[in-house]
């Protein structure tokens, strides 16, 4: 086992599955944590995305007396699920912020969102309208925000999803990309007239590579994202570098196990990401620009059965990781009234509720705390499983996700070689059926709508060789947590 170890492929993610039969009972994998050190992780890696029109205030389709603010420090239940959760970012905008039925938010609307940021002690990207909008409109509202809420604003952003096609129809001013880049310029600098120091952040691209050049949204070949990376990098006006990521686009016509066997596949690990990451992302990247993706989501609208089903939780933990191995400032999961892929949604009764995905996003809060570590792999069998390692100044994490769904699904056993300077070792499994909305735990626990969570790690214990044995049952992930003293 050591000597196929020494010869196992230097991977900083692996993913890899074949068909087998049933019999087998578990399957031997082995991981060795490498000394090499990869990207950090910013500590507001986790994030959701809202609708710009759910920050006014509104009935947002629930019974209620009167209108109200959902973002709001006052809201202390949805305050308790960011904190909960660990969610450090909020992105508001979305396709709300260019339609002109949705107000556009002033004074009190800021209020609201940054005081609610400022109680869940988290940072806003605030997106201004850029579709027949009004340039004039942004820097008064602009001042307003930096003026007041400065520690709580990340960046702001102008516009979103330019890049399609039903875009460019809308706006006379904007029908390809070089008036688009002009259009976002001129709102810039009006805001930056009112706001010197304003930080930005764009473009909020929505097509992902290679749809974009069936979708007729790229530019002499290539993504919107990479021709508005190379034109700003030098501008001084950006910041950072926005994509939206919906994997496996539209849901018509998907059904629910056709949903669950792509999210837990290995295909979206070794194609669809990658895809996106070196002909999109990785050259933003060499422009000296972070990226964050501040849409993402398995699929437009979701998949009853799937998008809201355990299997969402494993596919983000999986998808939170690759990216944050993969360089990534930041993933935003994002949030519609009320959609299958949402994290957090209200009920009929005005109550939160969190879909199975909040349970990846907390497995995910327990394991990324630091730095992007290399692991060698030996993973003979060819089992469906990835496996990541962060380190901190403490602790070593390793998340381990066994995605085996179907009828041949096989356990794994799991040799894990951290090193000698881990003396002592935790960990906390993420379980539940994949095609089910409830019964998930988290180191034996449900979290609640509230976010909170009592879950348990249980102590390991290594073998005389300074290794450690994990049984992992197919559709569930487990983080191991390290320590030398």
């Known amino acids: 086992m050591r000597q196929a170890c ?6 900083f993610f692996c993913s890899v599955t074949l068909a087998w039969h049933a019999a087998a009972a578990s399957t031997p994998v082995t991981l060795i944590v490498s000394n090499s050190i990869g990207v950090a992780i910013p500590d507001d890696f986790i994030g959701l995305s809202f609708e710009a029109s759910i920050v006014s205030a509104g009935p947002n389709k629930i019974p209620r007396d009167k209108p109200f603010y959902l973002f709001s420090p006052t809201n202390q239940s949805l305050i308790a699920i960011f904190k909960n959760l660990g969610i ?24 609201q969102l940054f005081g609610f940021a400022k109680a869940a002690g988290i940072k806003v990207i605030f997106s201004f309208r850029l579709l027949n909008g ?24 102008i516009g979103n999803e330019p890049d399609w096609r039903s875009y460019h129809h809308s706006d006379p001013r904007i029908t390809n990309y070089p008036s688009y880049l002009a259009a976002w310029r001129h709102f810039a600098t009006s805001i930056r007239a009112a706001v ?43 910041s950072e570098i926005l994509q939206h990521d919906y994997v496996g686009q539209l849901a018509k016509g998907v059904s629910a196990p056709q949903a669950i066997d792509a999210m837990l ?28 993706i501040t849409e993402a989501n398995d699929r437009v609208g979701g998949v009853d059965g799937a998008s809201n089903a355990f299997a969402s939780a494993l596919w983000a933990l999986d ?21 299958k892929t949402d994290t957090i949604f209200l009920g009929t009764n005005g109550a ?21 570590m290399a692991m060698h792999i030996s993973n003979p069998a060819a089992i469906n499983l990835t496996a990541y390692a962060v380190r901190d100044a403490v602790s070593l994490s390793v998340t381990i996700i066994n995605k085996e769904h179907d009828a041949t699904a096989r356990k794994a056993t799991v040799t894990l070689s951290p090193g ?66």
């Open 6 to 11: 020494a010869n196992s492929l230097f991977l």
């Open 88 to 111: 450090k970012n909020l992105r508001v905008g979305g396709g709300t912020v260019d339609t002109p039925r949705h107000p556009i938010p002033g004074p009190a609307e800021a209020d």
């Open 134 to 157: 009004n340039p004039a409109s942004a820097p008064p509202i602009a001042a307003y925000i930096w003026e007041r809420y400065r520690p709580q604003l990340e960046y702001f952003a």
């Open 196 to 238: 010197p120091d304003a930080p930005f952040a764009g473009p909020d691209t929505g097509s992902d590579y290679p749809v974009f050049r069936a979708a007729d949204t790229d530019f002499e070949g290539e993504s919107w994202t990479r021709r508005f990376a190379d034109d700003e990098k030098n501008s001084g006006m950006i």
């Open 265 to 292: 596949s290995r295909d979206w690990d070794e194609t669809e990401y990658p895809a996106l990451y070196n002909q999109v992302l990785a050259p933003v990247a060499a422009d000296g620009l972070p990226f964050r």
């Open 319 to 339: 998808y939170m990781h690759w990216w944050a191995a993969h360089g990534c400032a930041g993933v935003n999961f994002h949030n519609n009234e009320w959609l």
């Open 352 to 372: 939160w509720h969190l879909n199975p995905k909040a349970y990846g996003i907390k497995a995910f809060a327990l394991g990324s705390h630091g730095t992007v």
């Open 420 to 485: 000698p300077d881990w003396k002592h070792a935790a960990v906390v499994f993420l379980k539940g059926r994949p095609e089910k909305k409830t019964g998930a735990t988290l180191g034996g626990a449900a979290i609640g709508n509230d976010g909170s969570w009592n879950g348990k790690w249980k102590s390991l214990r290594s073998d005389e060789f300074g290794d450690w044995i994990l049984r992992l049952p197919a559709s569930s992930a487990a983080v191991v947590r390290f320590s030398s003293r």
